[in-house]
């Protein structure tokens, strides 16, 4: 396993949401996190990344120990992160965006350069000198995406990348994740959307107010539903 959980416990103030949950994701594998909202896919993230520190257990990645780490320190390990709120400077550039994702991630070297980016997304190809405010919502999602893989991970955590794009948005969507996939990255999603994950994870986690409630297959999952009524139907 290039990532390993183990017992993770995390949380808000006096509010603990993450109750001992352990996960495993194989080097080149997709794996998605599902689970309704509120059931603590974000956290989890946001844990693996030290932006919501565990407060027990475990998280292990290629050889480091991530618990008590700095975010920053966690990203140059090779964790590329595109939260739920793409996160791109407004003011910048989408090239500058793209840049200055690189300058970010230090020394780390790899294939990612702001070329390969517009030959994953050539839309943002002639938006090059727009500035990131200017772009669509579908748009600055791509440019997240980017940004992250210009730092060159060997993991990528995605928060619900799908959510809020056009149909034919999404189906570019699952078509970049299956190349980044070949280009050697591994991808952890964090979705409820289960027709997306179901496109492009090989495996999945269910969990539920912040406790593992299913792991196997995606084709398991897609297939049961008495699990997607008990822990994924809205
Ligand atoms: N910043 C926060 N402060 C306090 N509680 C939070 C915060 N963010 C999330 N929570 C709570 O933590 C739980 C898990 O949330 P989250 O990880 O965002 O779930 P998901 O991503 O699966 O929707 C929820 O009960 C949510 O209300
Ligand atoms: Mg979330």
């Known amino acids: 396993m290039i990532l390993q959980i183990h017992d993770l416990v995390a949380g808000y103030g006096g509010s603990v949401v993450i109750h001992g949950l352990s996960l495993g994701v194989a080097e080149g594998e997709v794996v998605s996190l599902l689970g309704r909202n509120g059931a603590g896919k974000t956290t989890t993230l946001r844990s693996i990344m030290g932006l919501t520190p565990p407060r027990a257990g475990s998280i292990r990645f290629g050889k480091n120990e991530l618990t008590g780490r700095q975010p920053f320190e966690i ?14 400077f407004p003011d910048l550039t989408v090239e500058e965006n793209l840049i200055l994702a690189q300058r970010i991630a230090g020394t780390r070297r790899g294939p990612w350069t702001a070329e ?16 990131g405010s200017q772009l669509s919502g579908g748009q600055q999602k791509m440019l997240a ?4 893989l210009m730092q060159n991970p060997s ?10 794009l056009a149909p034919l948005v999404v189906h570019r969507l699952v078509e970049v994740l299956r190349e980044i996939r070949e280009a050697g990255v591994t991808i952890l999603l964090a979705d409820q959307n289960l027709h997306f994950c179901r496109k492009v994870a090989d495996r999945a986690y269910i969990i539920e107010n912040g406790l593992m409630q299913f792991a196997g297959t995606m084709d398991v999952v897609w297939k049961n539903d008495d699990l997607v009524r008990r822990y994924l139907a809205i």
């Open 75 to 88: 990203a140059r390990t090779g964790i590329g992160y595109v939260p739920d709120t793409h996160r791109i």
């Open 116 to 131: 390969r980016i517009y030959l994953l997304f050539p839309v943002l190809r002639p938006l090059h000198r727009l500035r």
């Open 155 to 164: 993991l990528l955590l995605l928060d619900e990348p799908a959510e809020g």
């Open 145 to 148: 995406i980017g940004r992250a």
